[in-house]
């Protein structure tokens, strides 16, 4: 069941007007429990994991593989092959210095999207220049989707190492059939990579299904804390793969003169972990459990094609990524206001909206767009923020006229 | 920014001294690399005094309404005039408030002036 009183801060106003909370593709509001699980953690049973002999360090690391357990299920993976790192970002870049560096060579092509977030593009760009690989990206059909013929003839190319790309687009919020790409670079020995940054708070994400080696996303954006994010890696990748970041808890001995490597998921959790993070990110991925995927995703499409209905009536704006599997998340452009101007002003109604090119510089270029103003909806906004958000629309579409 | 602010989007909708300036003494080129708001301006001097500025660009109400208002506010100014102004000022010429937010889009024209102004002093 939907409760939008489970997140506090939805009843915030700003200057007099209730929040109307519309940048959940930036990060997604929290839950009481999400808030109350981290605050219990540092007031009762706050431990360095996997270190002491103490029983307050013992509940803290039951707490801490706990969770790691429960993000297991949640995507239908194994224990070992969950790594909690910083977030979606961190979970690619290790992928790119520890996988990339030791499997790609000069001349070997990682075909990307042209649809990417910066988090998925810049660390094969600095593969580019430290070691020479070549980026392909899969192009757009005209309604945002990917053009699959472009796609399997550049999966066709001979030297594809590895397909990374993302299930949805955080621009766009067209549902991609990732799948689809997966088994056909499978068939071709690719190794995959998919970012489900946008997708994870969204859909239900089973990674046997999906059939992919490497699966990323952040915490923040499914209704847990930020600084906290998971790498999903298939068991034979992950134990061939050299250790990332060297340091504590990554090794099973050290000596002056060498250093032993320690099982896995630990071979990748150098440092003292986010612990709080890691049981914040535990508790929000039961409370959306609470909610139902089924019930996320109906709610979900009726806010989509409420919007979509309601925003065709206004003829200034175009939006981007018109294809029909597509989540709650709209860029638009306005005839006449400038996005940054959209975002102040009807930030000053309360209405959270984010401007700019969202982190995917390429595929504002490739639009031909140099900004939009994004709206990212979640299961708990309404029908009457959506009428607020076009009435303050049209307000503000006839002062600029 | 105010959505009422009449005289900002009077001035984005018809800027004044839009457009290139043919003999232009100097010509600066300034970018916020965050939003693509982006300004050329065009500086033509008699003597000490500016006789003439104009610019061109694409971007935000804020940057561009700015830099059109700066314009009738610097031209007859000395160069050692608009080289203080800050951004207390612009908010005077402005109007209107300025938040934190928009601080980079409205001092981004001013910042082009001066520039072009600053460069100058260097090189000649």
Redesign the interface.
Known sequence: MIRRNDFPILNKKIKDQSLVYFDNASTAQKSRSVIEAISNFYKNDNANVHRGLNPLADAATKKYEVARSLVADFIGAQKEEIIFTSGATAGINLVARSWGEANLQAGDIVVLSIAEHHANIVPWLQLQEKIGIKLEYIPLKADGSWDLVAAKKLLNKRRVKLLAISQVSNVLGIINPASQLIKLAKQKGIVTLIDAAQSVAHLKIDVKRLGCDFLVFSGHKLGGPTGIGVLYGRQELLLAMPPFMGGGDMISFVDTDSFGVNELPYKFEAGTPNIAGVIGLGAAIKYLEGVGHHNIEIQEQQLTTYFLQKIKKLTAVKILGTAKAKLPIFALTIK?V????AA??LG?AGIILR???HCAQPLHDYLGA??TLRASLSFYNTKGEIDYFISRLQ??IR??K | ????AQNI?DH??HPRNFGALAGADFKQQELNA????DITVFLKFAGNKLKALSFTG?????SQAGISILSEELIGKTKKQILVYNFEDIKNIFGVEI?A??YN?AMLGLRAVQKALSDSARSK
């Open positions: 006449g400038h996005p940054h101007d102040d002003i000053q401007a700019g090119h140099p900004a307000e503000l002062a600029f | 920014m105010d959505i009422y989007i984005y909708k965050t939003c693509g708001d694409q971007g935000c109400a804020i938040s937010r928009r889009c």
